[in-house]
């Protein structure tokens, strides 16, 4: 997980803190998602975290890239659910590229069984993009879940 942060000080809050909204979760309101053994830090930093360096970028100045490799969250586990199905795009994006995936079994299985009949390459993105990228999809992580 990287963490990109600012040279000139800036006020952060730990989203963790925030009340609101959030998308309902699967059914039984279980989250798919194992269990953390290691949360996202703000606080990160060159004495907690791997220092990338710096880099410029437009109307923001300098900014010091930080990463936090040991973090197991949700979202980092949808990072790599996605990242591990994406790898099979060049091939087309199909059933089996899900199903080699890196994701829970409720995603592969949701996956597989709403393009069982597809037959239209747009239709297994659309299928993918439902499932896994927008808001409510069954395997987007949900602000619950941590």
């Known amino acids: 997980m990287i ?3 600012l040279t000139a000080t800036a006020a952060c809050s730990d989203e ?3 009340t609101g909204p959030t998308e ?6 279980n989250s798919i998602w194992r269990p953390a ?3 996202f830090r703000v606080d990160c930093d060159a004495q907690s975290c791997e220092d990338l360096g710096e880099v410029q970028i437009a ?4 900014v010091r890239m930080y990463a936090q490799p040991d973090v197991d969250d949700a979202i980092s586990q949808w990072a790599g659910c996605l990242d591990s199905a994406l790898e099979c795009l060049d091939s087309g994006l199909s059933a089996n590229c899900v199903a080699v995936a890196s994701c829970p079994t409720e995603c592969k299985l949701e996956y597989a069984e709403s393009v ?3 037959s239209e390459p747009m239709a297994y993105l659309a299928e993918f993009q439902r499932i ?3 808001a409510g999809g069954l395997c987007r992580p949900r602000p619950t879940d941590r």
Not at 24 to 29: D, L, Q, R, S
Not at 59 to 62: R, W
């Open 3 to 5: 963490l990109a942060m």
């Open 24 to 29: 309902p979760g699967p059914a039984g309101g």
């Open 37 to 39: 053994s290691q949360q």
């Open 16 to 18: 963790r803190s925030a």
């Open 132 to 134: 896994f990228i927008d």
């Open 116 to 118: 069982a009949d597809a």
């Open 59 to 62: 109307h923001l100045g300098t």
